[in-house]
């Protein structure tokens, strides 16, 4: 199933109150339905986005519903609810489409504004045609609907020689703290029973790196995620104990499941291992205990994340950055260990969700290149590491930082017996900064996280 989301801008002018002055409103929004818009049809789409009104206010977190029914009903109905000048306001207004004049009544919103219901105030607003219709058409989208939950699912096959992973990392908004929960089925190459195995972390600000693990315990085949005597990661919750640590969070999806590495490998497993998020951005409320600090979460941002393959990588480095304002980077470079490929410089997997699309827009684009363009590039160390790439029109530099004192060395063995080290920092400090081509190079965007990243080097 497919929905639909577009942007849109309009400008006019408004008058809160008797007496007041006229002043200008400019509304930027994104619309977000579950369904693809058919216009002979009601469509009911989620609104959000920045109200501005000059001298009283600047809201960028305004929401609300949209109504799209142009046929049906003869109307594109608008209500939003923001804070201007301290006030708690709600902008309720209609596009009144006729076929006598197309253009302007789609294209002109009259409204009212209410506060706690009573009317305080009247305004306009136009949707600029020169300069936002572009904009508007180019902004359309129609993404997959997905439930983040089949993607929990365990996709082991009975098959030697595979390991499975759930994944979840977090950030405490309270106190900067950083939480790891893993979750691993590992059946060996030689045949013998699969095992299930994982771990709890906590990265404290200016504290120390703590951890404990559970298992190595037999694999109960559950259907819907991961089982593990007293650990659970299933649709929607976590809950386990190891050693100290205690934890049982409630796990809220905010955004589409995103593919690190091609979707069709999650599907067909060709590659040497398969990458992909059900929940690329989430929140998490509940309580987590490391034995030292019991905290309780409310909204923290965070991302669960799956991987199934064959085992690690010979070599690797990955990123999960939370950009704010919906946006989200997931990196992965590694070096494989089949035959051939292992003599190649780390591939890198790169995906940016920024502005509501995903770039590149093929999850193959950064490892491989196209038209001449070269492939993204990562120098893989310690403290330090760095990817560096292009497309046609925009490029990419990250910079991650991942300090001695918070950083967790943790050593475990693939299923051919192999030892690997994986050096995680859930609180990380990365440089992000994306440019794009418009006669010369411009910035596009930057961001700096500093102790809010999560990131990780590994090799076996």
């Not at 339905?33 to 305004?62: C, F, M, N, Q, Y």
């Not at 983040?148 to 992973?165: H, M």
């Not at 934890?247 to 955004?255: A, H, K, N, S, V």
């Amino acid at each position: 199933m497919r929905g639909t989301v577009f942007t849109e801008t309009m400008l006019g002018t408004v008058r809160l109150d008797a007496g007041h002055p006229l002043r200008r409103i400019r509304l930027d929004l994104r619309a977000e339905a579950d369904e693809v818009l058919r216009p002979h049809r009601t469509t009911r789409a989620r609104i959000g986005g920045r109200v501005r009104i000059s001298g009283l206010g600047d809201d960028p977190d305004a929401t609300g519903e949209l109504e799209i029914s142009p046929l049906a009903r003869r109307r594109i109905r608008y209500r939003l609810s923001f804070t201007a000048d301290g006030r708690a306001l709600t902008l309720d207004g209609w596009k009144s489409v006729t076929p006598r004049r197309p253009v302007k009544s789609m294209t002109v919103l009259p409204f009212t504004l209410y506060e706690d219901g009573e009317r305080v105030g009247r305004g306009t607003l136009r949707f600029p045609v020169a300069t936002a219709l572009a904009p508007f058409l180019l902004s359309f989208r129609f993404p997959r609907r997905e439930d983040p939950a089949q993607y929990l699912a365990p996709r082991w096959d009975g098959s030697p020689g595979r390991t499975e992973v759930w994944y979840t990392t977090l950030t405490d908004p309270e106190t900067g703290t950083g939480i790891w929960l893993h979750h691993e089925l590992v059946a060996p190459t030689d045949g013998s029973a699969p095992t299930a195995h994982g771990w709890a972390a906590s990265f404290p600000p200016g504290g120390k790196v703590r951890h404990s693990r559970f298992g190595p315990g037999p694999w109960s085949s559950p259907t819907d995620g991961f089982t593990a005597d007293e650990v659970t990661a299933t649709p929607g919750r976590l809950t386990g104990s190891a050693g100290d640590f205690r934890w049982d969070l409630t796990e809220q999806p905010l955004t589409e499941p995103l593919f690190t590495l091609p979707r069709w490998s999650w599907k067909r497993p060709l590659l040497p291992a398969a990458h992909m998020l059900p929940a690329a951005r989430a929140e998490y409320d509940g309580t987590f205990s490391d034995g030292e600090r019991t905290l309780t979460l409310r909204a923290a941002p965070g991302a669960s994340a799956r991987i199934h393959g064959h085992g690690n990588a010979r070599r690797w480095a990955w990123l999960h950055a939370d950009l704010g304002d919906g946006g989200v980077l997931e990196l992965i470079a590694a070096v494989s260990t089949r035959p051939g490929l292992r003599r190649l410089p780390p591939l890198v997997f790169l995906r940016l969700r920024h502005r509501g699309r995903d770039w590149p827009r093929r999850a193959e684009r950064s490892a491989v290149g196209l038209l001449g363009v070269g492939r993204f590039r990562a120098r893989i160390g310690l403290p330090e590491w760095t990817v560096t790439g292009r497309t046609l029109l925009r490029r990419i530099r990250i910079q991650v930082t991942q300090p001695a004192d918070r950083t967790l060395a943790l050593d475990y063995r693939d299923p051919d017996g192999a030892p690997a080290v994986c050096r995680n920092s859930e609180s990380a400090d990365a440089a992000i900064l994306l440019e794009r081509w418009w006669g010369h190079w411009r910035t596009e965007a930057s961001w700096t996280l500093e102790g809010t990243a999560h990131a990780e080097v590994g090799d076996r």
